[in-house]
């Protein structure tokens, strides 16, 4: 009775908040739903004996996660933070397509899977020490190759994300350059020269109360 | 248990292996309809990590219900957690690069290839 309320408290939840995820017009608004989703999908994970991984979503996905995508959204969002409506084909078209998968996964979820019960030793072992310490030596014997595998896939998708990311050199160049003209336009320091000035202030060469002042 | 003559109440006070599986198909299916019909970048790696955990509770449903011995399904989870935060880093990495090519994530505008 207590795992149905759980359940159901959980599902209301994700679900809701999911809806939110996807159609909600502000993306802030969004990415914040996105952490009711994971930590709630956290709760269904603890109620299927995975305490470990109900402990890695919420640190991966709903800290982690969330904030790499909130970053996102400062980096892209200065003018796009709502979505503009679609048209009515496109919404038409991605309503029937989503029921057909709907129905397509639910009738094949109907499949009669023959549940076993554990056996009493697993059952005294999670009551004991939980998920962890099981999980840890599957990890380290039968799947440490995949185990090494994803490390290095973390590895490479680390130094990939940051040469993405990063500014190539002539994009450097067109931004100082459009930085200069503004400071000309509106006869402002530029960022480089007000950092310079700090420099020469902390070396002693400047006093900035001085510089301020005039 | 979902079955056939079975009384409504009992499927709501009696949780199985098919409820988290049907919440898992929910889940996934809501984060289609964002896939497909999001026009933000940024919304669809959202909806995209939203599939993945669909296809998460699927598996810790599983393992918890047909081989709680063996536990390859919350191993399988683990694998796929960190896959999918590789790709949610790349992923943001492409947007970027390509906001600051275009000035947009909207998805509209990436015509290059309708020609």
Known sequence: MTEAIIFWAFTAISVTAALGVVFNRSIIYSALLLILVFLSIAGIFV???????????????????????????????????????????????????????????????????????????????????????????????????????????????????????????????????????????SGEPTKEANSALHAAASRGEVHLEEVTRS | MIQTGVDPMNLVTHIGLYHYLALAVLLFSIGLVGLITSRNMIRVLMCLELMLNAVNINFVAFNNYLHLDVMAGQVFSIFILTVSAAEAAVGLAVVIALYRMRSSVDIERYTVLKG
């Not at chain 1, 919420?58 to 909130?70: K, N, P």
């Not at chain 1, 078209?93 to 030793?121: D, E, G, M, R, Y």
């Open chain 1, 47 to 185: 109620l299927n004996n995975a305490d470990f991984l109900a402990i890695a979503q919420t640190i991966v996905y709903a800290v982690g996660m969330t904030i790499i995508v909130l970053f996102g959204i400062m980096f892209t969002g200065d003018r796009a933070m709502l979505d503009e409506p679609l048209t009515s084909v496109r919404k038409l078209v991605s309503l029937v397509l989503a029921t057909f998968t709907f129905v397509l996964l639910i009738k094949t979820v109907q499949f009669p899977f023959s549940i076993q019960p554990a056996s009493q030793s697993v059952i005294q072992t999670l009551m004991q020490s939980g998920s962890t310490k099981m999980l840890g030596e599957l990890l380290f014997s039968q799947f440490v190759v995949p185990f090494e595998l994803a490390s290095v896939l973390l590895l490479v998708a680390m130094v990939g994300a940051i040469v993405l990311a990063k500014k190539t050199f002539a994009d450097a160049g067109e931004m100082s350059s459009q930085q200069l003209s503004y400071s000309i336009d």
